[in-house]
């Protein structure tokens, strides 16, 4: 992890604490290709080879994810303050695309519709929109734009796709 994201993360987080204290920092950082779904045991390591499969001639790519955004789980037990991709996106696409016929050989739920890829920063638990959205958001905005190079900041190198499953996780190197 570079240290000008760390320092941006942690102006991000400390400014959103002062609207949500609760808001606490993300341990990993990622985005989802696919909805949490529940593999049983003994599917574990057929799904993983699929996905090796379905993912092995994909090239790695940059992506920027500079744009701030707010996002509850379905349920809305859980608050996101996030970065939304603003490119690479059609790669990320691509990649959905396969890791969604790899869901539904398994007869597993597929992605969202429109997803809305992006990097989760902080979190906490309950619905907390209304304090997020609006003034704050833009505030965390401002920050975002006004750190010194932002776009560098905030590009990053897709090498890999991981799949968790318990405490496991397998890697699929991108090309």
Known sequence: MREDFLDLLDMLLAHAQTYVPRLV?????HVSLSQSVV???????PFVQALKDRLASFQRFFFTANRVKIYTNQEKTRTFVGLEVTSGH???LD??????????????T??????SFHVSLAWCVGDARLQLEGRCLRELQNIVDEF?????VLRAHAEQVRCKSGNKF???PLK
Do not use: C, G, K, N
């Open 25 to 29: 920092q993300m341990e990993a950082f």
């Open 39 to 45: 593999l049983r045991h003994h599917w574990i390591v």
């Open 90 to 92: 059609p790669q990320f």
């Open 95 to 108: 990649l959905v695309l396969e890791v969604d016929r790899v869901m539904e050989e398994f007869d597993l």
């Open 110 to 115: 597929t992605f969202y519709q429109d997803p």
């Open 148 to 152: 010194e190079d932002p776009e560098m």
């Open 170 to 172: 397998f890697s699929m």
